[in-house]
């Protein structure tokens, strides 16, 4: 499509309530570091401090975001 950029990289990245458990803060945080541009990029992730029952929110997306960095070398 084209809204689509071709290097599969964007400026801005909006979501909310994807980090509701451990499981979906990875994957949003691994979503965010494969196709947010490195250098001048922002991602506006709204969600609850905490998710009871699925262990998801603030400190799981945290977590997953610092290790998914360190995986692509990002520190």
Request: with cysteine; net charge neutral.
């Given at each position: 499509?084209?809204?689509?950029?071709?290097?599969?990289?964007?400026?801005?990245?909006?979501?909310?309530?994807?980090?509701?458990?451990?499981?979906?803060?990875?994957d949003?945080?691994?979503?965010?570091?494969?196709?947010?541009?490195?250098?001048?990029?922002?991602?506006?992730?709204?969600?609850?401090?905490?998710y009871?029952?699925?262990g998801?929110?603030?400190?799981?997306?945290?977590?997953?975001?610092?290790?998914?960095?360190?995986?692509?070398?990002?520190?």
């Open positions: 499509p084209p809204c689509v950029p071709r290097n599969g990289l964007y400026d801005v990245i909006l979501a909310a309530e994807t980090t509701y458990s451990i499981e979906a803060a990875g949003t945080a691994s979503m965010i570091v494969k196709h947010l541009v490195v250098s001048s990029g922002v991602a506006y992730v709204a969600h609850k401090r905490y009871f029952g699925v998801g929110g603030s400190d799981a997306f945290q977590t997953a975001l610092q290790n998914d960095a360190r995986r692509h070398d990002m520190t």
